[in-house]
Nanobody
Framework: VQLQASGGGLVQPGGSLRLSCAASGNILSINSMAWYRQAPGNQRELVASITSGGSSNYADSVKGRFTISRDNAKNTVYLQMNSLKPEDTAVYYC????????????WGQGTLVTVSS
């Protein structure tokens, strides 16, 4: 099982980006999916999570600006990021609890988001 994240890049403050993360492999089902981020010198932190039923949860710092969603048919989770701020600059990682040969937690490889003018 692999998680492949994409969509990062350089954006100006106030701009938008959409991250995607697709799970592949011999997957039976996916439970919760989430996005984390880690800025230089900081610990990895939870940005947003979503259950298999679509219930979502957000860090206070991104509420009202970021939206997490998922396409269960495509085994993909998305993070729509609007009104980006320089403090959103970080490597963003996707995470998922997946049932394949066993129930395990998986991490994607990370995608860099840089918010700068």
């Amino acid at each position: 099982v692999q998680l492949q994240a994409s969509g990062g890049g350089l954006v100006q403050p106030g701009g938008s980006l959409r991250l995607s993360c697709a799970a592949s492999g011999n997957i039976l089902s996916i439970n919760s999916m989430a996005w984390y981020r880690q800025a230089p010198g900081n610990q990895r932190e939870l940005v947003a999570s979503i259950t298999s039923g679509g219930s979502s949860n957000y860090a206070d710092s991104v509420k009202g600006r970021f939206t997490i969603s998922r396409d269960n048919a495509k085994n993909t989770v998305y993070l729509q990021m609007n009104s980006l701020k320089p403090e959103d600059t970080a490597v963003y990682y996707c995470n998922a609890y997946i049932i394949a040969t066993m129930y395990m937690n998986y991490w994607g490889q990370g995608t860099l988001v840089t918010v700068s003018s």
